[in-house]
């Protein structure tokens, strides 16, 4: 899997947009960018992935630049729930191989 | 999204002892991974959990210390053996479907004294 480079922290202040970057230089052609939060004291949570072409579900909307190279969760109106720890991966789809390679992530503080 | 089932949620363990943490998901789940989350750190897998066979395990994990069966297509164990300090983590059981697709149990927190 190719290696992923979050910033470490980040703010926001709540019911604004939250968004947060993730550099992905290495990434392959059959390789999608995953985003997943964590919450303290939960297991991984889902929250949306892509290839090329930019996403969008209920809970974000995911940015890739045309290189692919990097690539943006937009979290449109952040709440003080959201605040968690955000992992992008890239990895291989569709296959059964589905392990993933976890960096550090970024920790999203949303503030009153 | 499917349903993964750990448990026990939390443990508090003697050094030397063991720990077997249980997973159970729900149909759609055809691969199961086991990772840890050591204080403050992101995750690391440990090993896939094969059906019917031994585990693959990760550079720095071995079956004598961190054994794993998978008897059925949604059950798996791992279990923590000769526990010391270092092994006070947060071990998490996942489950990807035949999209690729990953999906994590709540989590098992062992705390070993």
């Known amino acids: 899997d190719a290696k992923t480079t979050q910033p470490p922290s980040m703010d926001c202040a709540e019911g604004r947009a939250a968004n947060l970057p993730c550099n992905h230089s290495t990434i392959s052609g059959n390789e999608y960018v995953y985003w997943y939060r964590q919450i303290h004291s939960q297991g991984p949570q889902y929250i949306i992935h892509g290839l090329k072409n930019n996403e969008t579900n209920e809970m974000a909307s995911l940015i890739i630049t045309e290189d692919r190279k990097s690539s943006t969760l937009i979290l449109p109106h952040a709440t003080l729930r959201d605040t968690a720890v955000y992992y992008c991966?890239?990895?291989?789809?569709?296959?059964?191989?589905?392990?993933?390679?976890f960096g550090d992530g970024t920790t999203l503080t949303v503030k009153p | 999204s499917a349903v993964i089932s750990q448990k026990p949620s939390r443990d508090i363990c003697q050094r030397g002892t063991s720990l077997t943490i249980q997973c159970q998901v729900d149909?759609?789940?055809?691969?199961m991974f086991w990772y840890r989350q050591q204080p403050g750190q992101s995750l690391t897998l440990i090993a896939t959990a094969n059906q019917g066979s031994e585990a693959t395990y990760e550079s720095g994990f071995v079956i004598d210390k961190f054994p794993i069966s998978r008897p059925n297509l949604t059950f798996s164990t791992l279990t923590v053996s000769n526990l010391s300090p270092e092994d006070s983590s947060i071990y998490l059981c996942s489950g990807g479907d035949s999209t690729g697709e990953l999906f994590f149990g709540e989590g098992s927190r062992l705390t070993v004294l």
């Open positions: 991966i890239v990895r291989v789809a569709n296959t059964n191989a589905g392990k993933s390679t």
């Open positions: 149909s759609q789940v055809t691969m």
